[in-house]
């Protein structure tokens, strides 16, 4: 693994299942993120985690759960999936602290996620 | 609430031309962060400051703290350029939470 991996990368799923999509990173960055991607709305976060053991509240956290049990790995489950839920999800990762190099982006490559 | 606005929206231009893309936020942010997405693809970071300019390749970035107000220049432009250039800035909080703007689409014509 180089980076930042996402699985799956597209998903057709019916509305009501619980979904998992998963976050991988080998860099050992304390900071990941989730962000969904809708046209004319931008990204916008879901949750974060700004170390392992920790979580945070995004802008839009309704309908979604993560965990953080370790460094390189960052779930983000759909408990109940809804058709307004359909979108591409990226995950990030970023070295939180001080410092000349803490806080440059790194993306996966996102998971087109469709809610019928 | 911060807010991020990028100007224009869409602009096409023609290969080699000198491409300006803005952003405008509204509170003190402790870095800013221009990011480039090709059509369908992943996100990529092209710059991360907090003052003065920054260069790579044919990019430049520059930030006005005191006007709240960055710029991303795109020299002899190429239609490889061709995406959106997505802003975002991190509060002074502390917090690691980044606000985005909606990007600005960019298409260069040959």
């Known amino acids: 693994i180089a980076g930042i991996t996402q699985a799956p990368t597209s998903q057709i799923l019916a509305a009501g299942r619980r979904m998992t999509l998963r976050c991988t990173q080998d860099?050992?960055?304390?900071?990941m993120y989730w962000y969904r991607q809708d046209l004319g709305l931008g990204l916008r976060l879901i949750h974060y985690?700004?170390?392992?053991?920790?979580?945070g509240k995004g802008e839009v956290p309704d309908g979604y759960s993560v965990s953080r049990a370790n460094t390189d790995d960052f779930p983000l489950t759909l408990a109940s999936a809804v058709p307004s839920q359909t979108s591409v999800y990226f995950c990030?990762?970023?070295?939180f602290g001080t410092g000349s190099n803490t806080g440059e982006l790194f993306f996966g490559e996102g998971s087109r996620l469709t809610v019928l | 609430k911060n807010e991020v606005e990028q100007s224009p929206q869409n602009l096409t231009a023609q290969e080699g031309e000198f491409i300006t893309i803005n952003c405008s936020y509204s509170?003190?942010?402790?870095?800013l962060h221009w990011l480039q997405q090709h059509p369908g693809g992943g996100i990529v970071s092209l710059f991360m400051?907090?003052?003065g300019k920054k260069k790579h390749g044919r990019l430049i970035a520059t930030i006005n703290i005191q006007e709240k107000h960055s710029s991303l220049h795109i020299t002899a432009s190429h239609p490889r350029d061709s995406a959106v250039y997505i802003c975002?800035?991190?509060?002074?909080?502390?917090?690691?939470?980044?606000?985005f703007g909606k990007g600005t689409k960019l298409t260069v014509n040959p």
């Open positions: 509170v003190g942010i402790s870095a």
């Open positions: 975002a800035v991190r509060d002074q909080g502390g917090s690691e939470k980044l606000v």
């Open positions: 860099m050992r960055h304390n900071a």
């Open positions: 990030a990762s970023s070295r």
């Open positions: 985690s700004n170390t392992a053991g920790t979580t």
């Open positions: 400051l907090s003052s």
